[in-house]
């Protein structure tokens, strides 16, 4: 089980950018399922955008275009970049990884089911 600590969350205005980042340790960023949820007060965790070991990408519909999910091996980072960000991505945004090593050209799942570590979380408010 790894540890993953979320930062980079904020207020933003309608129309701009954000990246969060998501610090990992103790398992390797780039030989699982990486994914990036977004939980709205009241509701189910959503995931929004996943990384493979092979860097297959894997988006929900709402943010697909807009939103970019990256890693940086070295850093054993994971990144989520925003643009173009409106009322409807207000949330609490979770990082995740996958229990185990797995390599498929194949995307990840959205499930949360499938993730094993959590990070806190880090919220992201959108202002007009």
């Known amino acids: 089980v790894g540890q993953l600590v979320e930062s980079g969350g904020g207020s933003v205005q309608t129309g701009g950018s954000l990246r969060i980042s998501c610090r990992v340790s103790?398992?390797?960023?780039?030989?699982?399922?990486m994914a990036w949820f977004r939980q709205y007060p009241g509701r189910e965790r959503e995931g929004i955008a996943t990384l493979g070991a092979s860097g297959t990408t894997n988006y929900s519909d709402s943010v697909k275009a807009r939103f970019t999910i990256s890693r940086n091996d070295a850093q054993n980072e994971l990144y989520l970049q925003m643009e173009n960000l409106d009322d409807e991505d207000t949330g609490m945004y979770y990082c995740?990884?996958?229990?185990?090593?797995?390599?498929?050209?194949?995307?990840?799942?959205?499930?949360?089911?499938?993730?094993?570590?959590w990070g806190q979380g880090t919220q992201i408010t959108v202002v007009s």
């Open positions: 995740a990884a996958a229990s185990r090593p797995f390599y498929s050209v194949h995307p990840c799942v959205r499930l949360s089911t499938a993730y094993l570590s």
């Open positions: 103790g398992i390797s960023v780039g030989d699982r399922c």
